[in-house]
T-cell receptor, first 113, second 112 residues
Framework: GAGVSQSPSNKVTEKGKDVELRCDPI?????LYWYRQSLGQGLEFLIY????????KSGLPSDRFSAERTGGSVSTLTIQRTQQEDSAVYLC???????????FGDGTRLSIL | RKEVEQDPGPFNVPEGATVAFNCTYS??????FFWYRQDCRKEPKLLMS???SGNEDGRFTAQLNRASQYISLLIRDSKLSDSATYLC?????????????FGGGTRLMVKP
């Protein structure tokens, strides 16, 4: 069956531009997470959506980062006025609930020039 | 203190060796535990859940010690293909509900 789908796979953009990353979770999954991972580093939690609850935004590194999840399904992560330190792989994962394992998409590799 | 802590390694072992990783967690109310595996430049993938009574999947054995708040992963008869980063995952309860929290990972390198 279809897994978690992320787009684009790769994104190269100039410093200062805004970028939007998309995540299509597995159908029916109520939990959705965004992470980022720099080369050789661990996963950095960004934001967590669970059903209709208010999202946990505690991992967002600055107010340039925001995320939405419309209709409880697709999510977009927006980074405004990108900086070079934003370069990383952005991973999305979804699951059936907070106590259940999550499944990851292939990620979006973001490069800021 | 991090909520989920792992020794980053690397653990360098020869093929055929037995290797064990531990992971400690700070929230005594955590209820679900998992091990994930991440290959270089790939996304993490679920390796196995960890049950209270301990569980085994082929060469892999996972155990939970609630009293000491740690989980372990034992790999027997290591293969070259076991080389990867192993991530410990624990559920944490916060304002958004139960959510999964990852440790920083332990890197394993199996040598011929």
């Amino acid at each position: 069956g279809a897994g978690v789908s992320q787009s684009p796979s790769n994104k190269v953009t100039e410093k200062g531009k805004d970028v939007e990353l998309r995540c299509d979770p597995i159908s029916g999954h109520t939990a959705l997470y965004w992470y980022r991972q720099s080369l050789g580093q661990g996963l950095e939690f960004l934001i967590y959506f669970q059903g209709n609850s208010a999202p946990d935004k505690s991992g967002l590194p600055s107010d340039r980062f925001s995320a939405e999840r419309t209709g409880g399904s697709v999510s977009t992560l927006t980074i405004q006025r990108t900086q070079q330190e934003d370069s990383a792989v952005y991973l999305c994962a979804s699951g059936t609930g907070g106590n259940q394992p999550q499944h990851f998409g292939d990620g979006t590799r973001l490069s800021i020039l | 203190r991090k909520e989920v802590e792992q020794d980053p390694g690397p653990f360098n072992v020869p093929e055929g060796a037995t290797v064990a990783f531990n992971c400690t967690y700070s929230n005594s109310a955590s209820q679900s535990f998992f091990w994930y595996r991440q290959d270089c430049r790939k996304e993490p993938k679920l390796l196995m859940s960890v049950y209270s009574s301990g569980n085994e999947d082929g060469r892999f054995t996972a155990q939970l010690n609630r009293a000491s708040q740690y989980i372990s992963l034992l790999i027997r008869d290591s293969k070259l293909s076991d080389s990867a980063t192993y991530l410990c995952v624990v559920t944490i309860n916060n304002n958004a509900g139960n959510m999964l929290t990852f440790g920083g990972g332990t890197r394993l390198m199996v040598k011929p």
